[in-house]
C-alpha cells in the first residue's frame, strides 16, 4: 500500500510545522510575555489542573506542578532546553562520525599508505602539540621535538630507509573505537559519564556527541564502502584528482544520503536520552528547566495526570515530526 | 567451531579491558571531597562535641586510607612544577589504585561498596536476583509475541496496518514516559488500581510456592510490559520486514506452486530464512534490557542491577559504578559472541566461507 503523494507533503508540511513552531517557543522563550517565570513557586496553587480560570491571576493556563511552578513556562523552557542539548549534539557527533567514518571506509585498512618519514614526524608533531596543549610547556622539549620534525619531513624524499611505505589501519583503529563505545548499552554508559562530571548543560553535550557518533561513522563507513567501487570514483581518480577531492567532491555526496536522513532521527534519540536524564535527575543541574525533570515530579502527586500528559504529548508531536521529515514511515508494502 | 569461540573470547578480553580502564580513571580523577564529608559525617557525631580541625583532617586521612584513595591513582602521574623548566613524571610504581583494582579483581575481590561498607560481590548478586527474572522473562515474552506477531501479520493484512502504525508511533516515545503512563494508569488509586505500583510485595510470606510465585508475577506485571512494549517495536519491524521479502523469493513460489498451504510456507520455509538478520537483535536483547532495566527499576522501585547502577552513579560508588559496568559489558560482548557462533551454527553459506 503506498502512501499517495499528497498525503506524504501533507504529513511532511504538517511536520516542519510543528517543528518551526516548538523552534520558534524555544528561540523566543525569553520573550514570550509569559506570566510566570518557570522558576518561580507559586505555593498558593500547588498541582493545580490546566484551565482552572478561576483560580488564579494571571492564570495558570496549563496548570501548575507540586511545587506550584507554572506548567506553560516549564513546557517552553524546556522546549529550549532539549533543543539546546540535542541539536548541537547531534550536528557534533554527526560530524565527528561523518569524519572517521569516510577516513575508515573510504582508506581502509590498506589504501593509506604514507612513507615512514612522514609517520615519524607526524608523530613527533603530535606529542608536541600535545605537550604544549597540556600546558606542560618547556622550551627544550618544544624545540627538540619541532626541529626533529623539520629534519625529518626535508629528509624524508632523499633517503631511502624513510620513503619506506607503510599502511595505516584506518578501519581498523576507527572500528575498534567504535566497538569499544558500543560494548556498554548506551544509556549506562551516558549514565556513568554523565554522572561523573559536573551537572551542566555544555558537559551533557560533549557526553553526548562523544557517545553518539557512532552510528553514523558505521553509517557513513558502509555507504562509502560500496560507493568507492562505483565506476564514476575510477573515473575521478584516472583524470588525476587527489584522494581527498576524490573523497570531498565525489564520494561523499553520493554516500552521505544516509547520514543526512538519519540526521532528524539522532535529534530524536537525543532529545529522547536528554529527557531521560533529566527524569532520573542525572546531567543537568536541577534548575534548569526540562520535560524529563517535570515528568519526574509527577511521583509528588499521582492523580496530576497534566503531568504526564502535556510533556509527554509535547515529545510525542516532535518525536513523530521528526521521524517524519526522515522520511521513515511505517513499511506496509 | 570452538577454536573460533576461542578467539571470539580472548578478543573480547581487551575491549573489556579498554571500557573499565576508562570508567576508571574517569571517575578516579574528580574530586572526592563530598564523598569524603558524606563518610566522615557519619563516621565523627559531630553533634556532641566539636572537634579541631587536626582532629578532622586525621579523621579524613583515616577514611582516604580506608578506601584507598590516598595512594596514587595510576602508574605514573605528571606534576606541574612551578620553579624547573618542564613537566615531573613521577613513577609511582605498583602502589596504585588503578593496579590494586585489577589485583584484587583477578583474585576475585571486588572490594565494599562506599556507601555501606558491603561486599560488592554481594551487591551484586542480590541486584542479579532482582533483575534477572525480570530481564530474563521480558526477553523471552518480546521473543516470543514479535514471532507470533509477523506471523499473524502474515496473514491479516489489515491488522499489519494497524499495528505497524500503532507499533510505529510507541517507538518514539523514551522508555521512561511509556513506564509512567502505565504505572499511573493501571497502578493508580486515583485511576485504575489494578497492579501493585512498587516493590515485590511481601511473596516470601505466602503460604504455599505458587502463591508465591503468583505474587511475585503479579507484581512483576507493569514492568515486563513496560520492557517488552518498548522492545517490540524494532523486533517486529525488523522481522515483519524480512518475512515480507522472503516471501517474494522464488522458493516461496515454488512452495506455493506445489500446494502447499501458506501457512506452512511461512512456518517451514520464509521463517527459517527471515530470522538470519534477526538474530543479532534477539541476541542484543537481554544487554539491551539491562539499560531499560535502570529506568524501569527506577520508577517502579525494584531493587535491581539498573537502580544499583543509578544510585551508585548518583552517589559516586565507585567500587560498586565499576563492578557493575564490568559485568554489563561482559554480558554484552559474550551475546555479541554468541551471536556470531549462531550466525555460523544456523547459516551454511558462512561457514563455507570462512
Known amino acids: 500500500m503506498n502512501t499517495p503523494l499528497r498525503t506524504t507533503n501533507r504529513r511532511r508540511l504538517l511536520a516542519s510545522a510543528w517543528l518551526s513552531f ?10 514570550l510575555p509569559l506570566p510566570y517565570a518557570p522558576a518561580t513557586t507559586d505555593l498558593a496553587h500547588v498541582a493545580e489542573p490546566p484551565l482552572q480560570t478561576a483560580a488564579a491571576y494571571p492564570h495558570h493556563w496549563l496548570g501548575t506542578d507540586p511545587f506550584g511552578r507554572d506548567l506553560l513556562a516549564n513546557l517552553i523552557f524546556g522546549a529550549r532546553t532539549a533543543l539546546l542539548v540535542s541539536v548541537p549534539a547531534a550536528l557534533f557527533s554527526t560530524g565527528l562520525g561523518l569524519m572517521l567514518g569516510s577516513f575508515a571506509g573510504f582508506w581502509g585498512d590498506t589504501n593509506l599508505r604514507v612513507a615512514l618519514g612522514y609517520w615519524l614526524a607526524s608523530g613527533s608533531a603530535l606529542l608536541a602539540a600535545f605537550l604544549s596543549f597540556a600546558g606542560f610547556w618547556s622550551t627544550t622539549a618544544f624545540l627538540l621535538l619541532s626541529g626533529f620534525t623539520l629534519v625529518i619531513v626535508l629528509a624524508t624524499p632523499r633517503l631511502r630507509l624513510l620513503r619506506h611505505l607503510a599502511a ?59 560507493v568507492k567501487h562505483l565506476p564514476y570514483i575510477e573515473a575521478a581518480r584516472a583524470a588525476g584528482l587527489s584522494d581527498f577531492s576524490v573523497l570531498l567532491r565525489h564520494a561523499l555526496p ?49 492523580a496530576a495526570w497534566w503531568l504526564i500528559a502535556e510533556p509527554g504529548l509535547l515529545l510525542l508531536g516532535t518525536m513523530l515530526a521528526l521521524r517524519q521529515l526522515a522520511g521513515t514511515r511505517p513499511t506496509t508494502v | 567451531m570452538l577454536r573460533f569461540l576461542l578467539i571470539r573470547l580472548l578478543r573480547l578480553i581487551p575491549t573489556a579491558w579498554g571500557i573499565v580502564s576508562v570508567v576508571f580513571i574517569l571517575s578516579r580523577t574528580l574530586p572526592t571531597d563530598q564523598l569524603l564529608a558524606q563518610v566522615l559525617g557519619e563516621q565523627l557525631d559531630v553533634g556532641s562535641r566539636t572537634i579541631t580541625p587536626a582532629e578532622r583532617q586525621a579523621a579524613e586521612q583515616a577514611v582516604r586510607h580506608r578506601l584507598g584513595l590516598d595512594e596514587p591513582i595510576f602508574y605514573f602521574s605528571i606534576q606541574r612544577a612551578s620553579t624547573s623548566v618542564g613537566p615531573q613524571w613521577h613513577w609511582n610504581g605498583l602502589q596504585n589504585q588503578y593496579h590494586r583494582w585489577w589485583r584484587d579483581l583477578l583474585r576475585g575481590e571486588l572490594g565494599r561498596s562506599y556507601r555501606d561498607n558491603s561486599p560488592v560481590a554481594q551487591v551484586l548478586a542480590e541486584a542479579l536476583r532482582c533483575t534477572l527474572p525480570l530481564t530474563l522473562l521480558a526477553a523471552a515474552l518480546a521473543v516470543g509475541l514479535s514471532l507470533w506477531l509477523a506471523l499473524w501479520m502474515t496473514q491479516h493484512p489489515r491488522g499489519r496496518t494497524f499495528l505497524l502504525t500503532a507499533l510505529y508511533s510507541l517507538d518514539t516515545l523514551p522508555l521512561f514516559v511509556v513506564a509512567l503512563v502505565l504505572l499511573y494508569s493501571l497502578a493508580n488509586p486515583d485511576a485504575l488500581a489494578l497492579f501493585p505500583a512498587y516493590g515485590f510485595g511481601s511473596y516470601e510470606l505466602a503460604d504455599s510456592w505458587p502463591e508465591a510465585v503468583g505474587i511475585y508475577l503479579y507484581h512483576l506485571v507493569l514492568p515486563i510490559l513496560s520492557l ?35 501457512w506452512q510456507v511461512v512456518r517451514h520455509h520464509a521463517l527459517r530464512n527471515a530470522l538470519l538478520p534477526v538474530v543479532t537483535l534477539f541476541t542484543d536483547l537481554l544487554p539491551a534490557l539491562v539499560a531499560g532495566a535502570v529506568i524501569v527499576e527506577v520508577i517502579f522501585a525494584l531493587p535491581g542491577m539498573g537502580r544499583l547502577l543509578a544510585d551508585a552513579a548518583a552517589t559516586r560508588d565507585y567500587p560498586v559504578l565499576q563492578a557493575g559496568v564490568l559485568l554489563i559489558t561482559l554480558v554484552r560482548l559474550l551475546s555479541h559472541s554468541i551471536a556470531d557462533s549462531l550466525y555460523l551454527r544456523i547459516d551454511p553459506r558462512i561457514r563455507s566461507s570462512s
Open chain 2, 228 to 262: 517488552v512494549l518498548i522492545t517490540l517495536p524494532g523486533l517486529i519491524a525488523q522481522l515483519d520486514a524480512s518475512l515480507q521479502q522472503e516471501l517474494q523469493t522464488a522458493y516461496v513460489i515454488t512452495a506455493k506452486a506445489k500446494g502447499l498451504a501458506f
Open chain 1, 22 to 31: 516548538v523552534l520558534l517557543l524555544a528561540l523566543l522563550a525569553a520573550w
Open chain 1, 168 to 226: 595505516f589501519p584506518a578501519d581498523r583503529l576507527v572500528m575498534s573505537a567504535v566497538a569499544l563505545l558500543e560494548s556498554i548499552p548506551r544509556l549506562v554508559l551516558v549514565l556513568v559519564m554523565a554522572a561523573v562530571q559536573e551537572a551542566s548543560v555544555f558537559n551533557l553535550l560533549l557526553v553526548l556527541s562523544f557517545t553518539y557518533w557512532t552510528g553514523p561513522a558505521r553509517l557513513i563507513r558502509a555507504d562509502l564502502q560500496r
Open chain 1, 254 to 302: 553520493n554516500a552521505s544520503r544516509g547520514v543526512r536522513t538519519a540526521f532528524p532521527l539522532s535529534i530524536a534519540a537525543l532529545i529522547g536520552l536528554e529527557t531521560t536524564l533529566s527524569f532520573l535527575g542525572i546531567g543537568l543541574p536541577a534548575e534548569t528547566a526540562s520535560w524529563g525533570r517535570l515528568m519526574a515530579t509527577v511521583r509528588l502527586e499521582p
